[in-house]
Nanobody, 123 residues
Framework: QVQLVESGGGLVQPGGSLRLSCAAS????????MGWYRQAPGKERELVAA???????NYADSVKGRFTISRDNAKNTTYLQINSLKPEDTAVYYC?????????????????WGRGTLVTVSS
């Protein structure tokens, strides 16, 4: 089994910053892309940022210049630095990863989701 655990969410005032973390654990052979999604009340889940192999990144237009995704491959962890927060950034933020996992007899590719961490931007 592979698990993703997010942390770092909370209540912050507009203009503030947060740093979200997502740590992967379990039978991990390798991790391909890691990403952050968010889901605001009444809206669909959307991709916020993704990172591949620690260097190639992709951002939603709405967060470019404010959000920065990074990755520590040695720790199987991805981070999302969120600056200049706006009320419309309020959402549950979910971590996602494409993981190659192995057992003594099999190799499998799994898409894994975390349970999410709530970010609330309000004065």
């Amino acid at each position: 089994q592979v698990q993703l655990v997010e942390s770092g969410g909370g209540l912050v005032q507009p203009g503030g910053s947060l740093r979200l973390s997502c740590a992967a654990s379990g039978r991990i052979f390798s991790i391909n892309a890691m990403g952050w999604y968010r889901q605001a009340p009444g809206k669909e889940r959307e991709l916020v940022a993704a990172i591949i192999s620690g260097t190639i990144t992709n951002y939603a237009d709405s967060v470019k210049g404010r959000f920065t995704i990074s990755r520590d491959n040695a720790k199987n962890t991805t981070y999302l630095q969120i600056n200049s927060l706006k009320p419309e950034d309020t959402a549950v933020y979910y971590c996602n990863a494409g993981v190659v996992t192995t057992t003594p007899t099999t190799t499998r590719y799994l898409e894994v989701w975390g349970r999410g961490t709530l970010v609330t931007v309000s004065s």
